[in-house]
């Protein structure tokens, strides 16, 4: 059973930067970060896919581009996203999720726009101030 946990969120002005983690038990090949912010649906913003052959891919929405990273540390069990030039609409809880039927970077790529994760975290909650 993969088990996802969050941690990182918190308050800061517009323009400042967070890194938040995910620590897992076990990690799927597509392993990502959505967000749900206020009155909003949940969005996928940035998906990791990693193929020990091919190494890692990663995947972003256009409103994050540039901004948020994704990486993936296996030795520690972690997923991060580092966030800059935060934004006060990047307000969100954010949650980390896993595929476990992605064995292609256009599958993972792909719950970024129709979320089909199946092992969720509970969230953190990143709040930005303008």
């Known amino acids: 059973q993969v088990q996802l946990v969050e941690s990182g969120g918190g308050s800061v002005q517009a323009g400042g930067s967070l890194r938040l983690s995910c620590a897992y038990t076990?990690?799927?090949?597509?392993m990502g970060w959505f967000r749900q912010g206020p009155g909003k649906e949940r969005e996928g913003i940035a998906v990791?896919?990693?193929?020990?052959?091919?190494?890692?891919?990663?995947y972003y929405v256009d409103s994050v581009k540039g901004r948020f990273t994704i990486s993936q540390d296996n030795a520690k069990n972690t997923v991060y996203l580092q966030m800059n030039s935060l934004k006060p609409e990047d307000t969100a809880t954010y949650y980390c999720?896993?595929?476990?039927?992605?064995?292609?970077?256009?599958?993972?790529?792909?719950?970024?726009?129709?979320?089909?994760?199946?092992?969720w975290g509970k969230g953190t909650l990143v709040t930005i101030s303008s």
């Open positions: 999720a896993a595929d476990r039927y992605a064995y292609s970077g256009d599958r993972c790529q792909s719950n970024l726009n129709r979320i089909d994760m199946h092992y």
């Open positions: 076990y990690s799927t090949n597509c």
């Open positions: 990791i896919y990693t193929n020990y052959i091919s190494g890692g891919s990663t």
